[in-house]
């Protein structure tokens, strides 16, 4: 089977029209995403990967002087959060737009085309095609915009 790029289209959603939502879990997953890789966090959302989560957080904590026992719980907790932070933002965007959210990220240098509307991390929002009035309003204020992108596989 031969390898090239295929077409991607998407509606994006700007994170600062997401902030200014409130939506509840928002500022527990912005600080993990501050202090973490966003392609493994996003990743590991968007998969329901708590292995790669943990490879993560792990990394984050060794310096600390825990015991195995203490690291475990604390990797765990700190799993539990993110995952319900993400449940929380997605509930609440849904329920204040009728959209649906998901993380999404794209490295348009490895994975792409400089062409790309996007790169790193983006917010996608599921939904919008079927132009009900919830739906329209944020494309028509302009805080979703449709992003064209590639990927090679």
């Known amino acids: 089977m031969g390898m ?11 994170p600062e029209w997401l902030e200014s939502l409130q939506l509840d879990g928002w500022d527990t997953l912005q600080e993990y995403l501050e202090h973490h890789d966003e392609e493994v966090i996003c990743t590991a959302l968007e998969h329901g ?11 984050d904590l060794d310096n600390e002087q825990l015991t195995d026992d203490e690291l475990d719980k604390l990797i765990k907790e700190k799993i539990k959060e ?4 993400w449940e929380r933002i997605c509930k609440d965007f849904y329920y204040k737009t009728k959209l649906n959210l998901e993380l999404y990220y794209h490295n348009s240098a490895a994975d792409g085309s400089r062409y790309d509307d996007i790169d790193g991390l983006v917010y996608l929002v599921d939904g919008v095609k079927t132009i009900t ?13 449709e992003a064209w992108w590639v990927t090679f596989g």
């Open 4 to 14: 090239g790029y295929g077409a991607s289209f998407g509606w994006v959603a700007k």
């Open 49 to 59: 990967d708590e292995e790669l989560l943990t490879e993560t957080l792990v990394g």
């Open 82 to 85: 993110l995952v319900a932070a």
């Open 133 to 145: 009035l919830p739906a329209l309003k944020p494309v028509n204020e302009g805080n979703i915009e």
